[in-house]
């Protein structure tokens, strides 16, 4: 397995906000994750967005998932010094 394919870059990943009210779905957001890298050293994906409910309110969220083990060894220990 390649390091891209290890880091997911190619992989296209989204998070869907559904609501459920008296047994009735319905899809609020369909939030796509691109690959990223932070500032950590870390990578994976990240998306934000805002929400908007059908009561008006507006919901801020934001989604982040690292790759376990991702982020360099020698960033670590320069980070611990």
Request: net charge positive; charged share 35%.
């Amino acid at each position: 397995m390649s390091e891209e394919e290890k880091q997911g870059k190619n992989r296209r990943l989204r998070v869907v906000f559904e609501e459920d009210s008296n047994g009735q779905k319905k899809i609020l957001r369909e939030l796509p994750l691109p690959f990223k890298k932070f500032s950590s050293g870390s990578d994976g994906f990240y998306g934000s967005d805002k929400i908007p409910l059908d009561n008006g309110e507006r919901y801020q969220v934001s989604v982040i998932m690292t790759r376990i083990g991702s982020k360099p060894k020698d960033q670590t220990k320069k980070e611990l010094a």
